[in-house]
RNA sequence: GGAAAGGUGGCUGAGUGGUUGAAGGUGCUCGCCUGGAAAGCGAGUGAAGGGGCAACUCUUCCGAGGGUUCGAAUCCCUCCCUUUCCGCCA
């Protein structure tokens, strides 16, 4: 959320900003609404101090004997405005809340402007794309054919975009999430295991609420959220709580499934593992000073890259426009894996410094000297990484003219030494 | 799911209708004292929001939301959470 006061002071920054995203923001309407509220609470301020002191006076007289009924009456007049009016601006204050909680985070500067995905600037890469003595085939067929993924019984069992993984497969995924969470703890990152199921103020922490309800799951009765990812937990660990300047930089990890409706994404990869209902994934989340987190999201992206390093897989990084950051963030960079069976790069990792976006709204706060007044810190996530598009990228990158896959060395010793998945 | 007891400041813990934003203790900060420290003494020590250039000032907050009342931490209702016991269950 952002800054009510940065809307006072420079509405025409942040409408420039907002347009940037493609979005036209009628920021007079949301001051009119924002001046609307603050007469109408210095109005109510007005008269509960009025009361106030007119309500000690009746003490007052009561104490000593005296009659107040004529005191009472006024008093109780003042009490039916007050009334009337605190609902009048607890109405403004929602309406205005729920406008700004609504509102995509301004980008940052620093982020590229553009008007599309088209305009992504590319930042770097690392590795060659792997070539072939023969036609390298999809991870749809490999999979099958080794009998590691059975994308037909698990549409049986869930429907579409549901995954069965077996023997090796299933495997596969232990030892990934197990190789990541081991790297991101070298790298100082503190394993988290968390809930997978979330209320709504956990949501709107993050971002997720009130704007995307449509992409979640959500149990009716308990009013409970599957998590799309493990960034909504793991940030709202220290939600409307004031952390000291010495507790800071947070590093913290964590492996979940995710859960993603993925609605008004239909027809869209519809072949594999590449857009799943569900997956696993393993999130980094950093809470740190403001001043740091730009530095700390260069950190994150180097943690992220360093996995793809180490499993041997060609990827690069771009950085989001304007037009293509997400909701939450300010800036914003994505790693894409290269997956030769399918011939496309695959998004992995998004790495995303928030400002403090998410910790205005999940309150998360810390003190910048001790005993000083409490503010806002920075937070940061990135993925490292989501599992489905790196093992489409370890089985067509590492397969063999037989349909066979070798297992990348990294991972040998995860899958209790072996070296290959075959038939 | 049933029963009971609770939820007050960084922590602990009083408070049952009228200077209570909240006693006492503890912790923390600053000062005095000391060769230095401890002890002791003195002062300060929550948050959010509004107004003001500022000193400052006002409002709100005792789990959350309603209600009663001239006035609510205190009385009533609903909900949430915690603890203990019972039941059920991986």
Redesign the pocket.
Known sequence: MID??KL?DDASTLKAKWQSRGLDVDVDALLAK?KEW?DC??S???L??T??????????I??SGGD?TE??????K??DD??ELD?KA?TLHEDLQHELLSLPNPPSDSSPVGKSEEDNPFVRDWGTKAEFDFKPQAHWDLGEKLGILDMERAAKISGSGFALYRGAGAKLERALINFFLDRHEENGYQENWTPFLVNSKTMTGTGQLPKFKEDLYHTEKDDRFLIPTAEVPVTNIYSEE?LEKDDLPKYMCAYTPCFRREAGAAGKDTRGIIRMHQFNKVEMVKLVEPDQSYTELELLVADAEQLLQNLGLHYKVIELCTADIGFSAARCYDIEVWAPGIGRYLEVSSCSNFEDFQSRRANI?Y?PE??????YLHTLNGSGLALPRCVVAIMETYQREDGSIEVPDALVPYMNGQTEITP
């Open positions: 009510i006061k006072r924002d603050r609470i210095s109510v301020e007005e509960k101090k009361r106030n002191d007119e309500s000690k006076k009746i003490g007052q009561k104490k107040a005191q009472m009456a006024a008093v109780k003042i009490g007050i009334k609902e607890h004031i706060r003190r001790k005993g000083g007044k409490p503010t």
